[in-house]
């Protein structure tokens, strides 16, 4: 079936609402959702590219202060990706270096500011390439300082993903991958990779990928199919 979400009593299939494929009417509908929805949520989000350690800490105070009038606490903050923030280091640094000295301002940003750091980074190339089928601490971008400065390092890893990214289509898999593509196609793994003050280990949510809904798999009760 075709997943759906539902604006104003409405079913609007997501695969038009992501490339904006909609009548003005539903564009409407899925506007004012929105609308409502975030501004009942504890969320402010800066767009912000290429920003520096000085730009996040004043989007920080930005949002404390925007949040405090809705009766809230700023207590995350979330770095969208690292790769988009400015580095310090001189333009002609290697980007190891760049993006060690990233990673310790942001460790140290979140100490002075009393938050939770959490901080989104690509893998490198060779994740790609590699046999494994899960990425581990070796592949973390372009600098050890990160598994180094941060108190947790978690890898989200779909089975499914792996199986499906070289296919042209479903149909060419082999039956027995097949098989694993439909028993795995709804999970996510969450390698907990590093945790200095606990255990490490994995655990799996539920993904609905077509929903971008990830939950916990005891409280997947939509039944949403692929």
Same mark, same amino acid.
């Given at each position: 079936?075709?997943?759906?979400?539902?604006?104003?009593?409405?079913?609007?299939?997501?695969?038009?609402?992501? /490339?904006? !494929?909609?009548?003005?009417?539903?564009?409407?509908?899925?506007?004012?959702?929105?609308?409502?929805?975030?501004?009942?949520?504890?969320?402010?989000?800066?767009?912000?590219?290429?920003?520096?350690?000085?730009?996040?800490? +004043?989007?920080?105070?930005?949002?404390?202060?925007?949040?405090?009038?809705?009766?809230?606490?700023?207590?995350?903050?979330?770095?969208?990706?690292?790769?988009?923030?400015?580095? /310090?280091?001189? +333009?002609?640094?290697?980007? $190891?270096?760049?993006?060690?000295?990233?990673?310790?301002? *942001?460790?140290?940003?979140?100490?002075?500011?009393?938050?939770?750091?959490?901080?989104?980074?690509?893998?490198?190339?060779?994740?790609?390439? &590699?046999?494994? $089928?899960?990425?581990?601490?070796?592949?973390?971008?372009? &600098?050890?300082?990160?598994?180094?400065?941060?108190?947790?390092? *978690?890898?989200?890893?779909?089975?499914?993903?792996?199986?499906?990214?070289?296919?042209?289509?479903?149909? &060419?898999?082999?039956?027995? !991958?097949?098989?694993?593509? +439909?028993?795995?196609?709804?999970?996510?793994?969450?390698?907990?990779?590093?945790?200095?003050?606990?255990? $490490?280990?994995? $655990?799996?949510?539920?993904?609905?990928?077509?929903?971008?809904?990830?939950?916990?798999?005891?409280?997947?009760?939509?039944?949403i199919a692929a």
């Amino acid at each position: 079936s075709v997943a759906v979400k539902q604006f104003e009593g409405r079913e609007i299939p997501y695969a038009r609402i992501k /490339p904006g !494929q909609l009548q003005q009417d539903e564009h409407e509908a899925v506007a004012r959702t929105l609308l409502r929805g975030t501004e009942r949520l504890p969320l402010a989000i800066e767009y912000s590219r290429n920003i520096t350690i000085g730009g996040i800490r +004043k989007a920080i105070n930005k949002a404390r202060e925007k949040l405090r009038e809705r009766g809230a606490t700023l207590d995350v903050v979330v770095i969208d990706h690292l790769g988009l923030v400015a580095s /310090p280091a001189h +333009k002609s640094a290697h980007r $190891t270096q760049q993006v060690t000295e990233i990673s310790n301002m *942001l460790f140290g940003l979140a100490q002075s500011e009393n938050v939770a750091m959490v901080a989104l980074c690509q893998l490198n190339r060779d994740s790609e390439k &590699s046999e494994e $089928t899960r990425p581990g601490l070796h592949h973390l971008r372009d &600098s050890g300082a990160l598994e180094q400065d941060a108190s947790t390092v *978690l890898f989200p890893w779909r089975p499914a993903y792996k199986i499906v990214r070289n296919a042209a289509a479903l149909e &060419s898999l082999p039956p027995d !991958q097949y098989a694993d593509y +439909k028993t795995t196609r709804f999970t996510m793994e969450i390698n907990v990779a590093k945790m200095r003050n606990g255990g $490490t280990g994995v $655990t799996t949510l539920h993904a609905d990928m077509p929903n971008n809904l990830i939950t916990d798999p005891t409280e997947n009760t939509h039944g949403i199919a692929a």
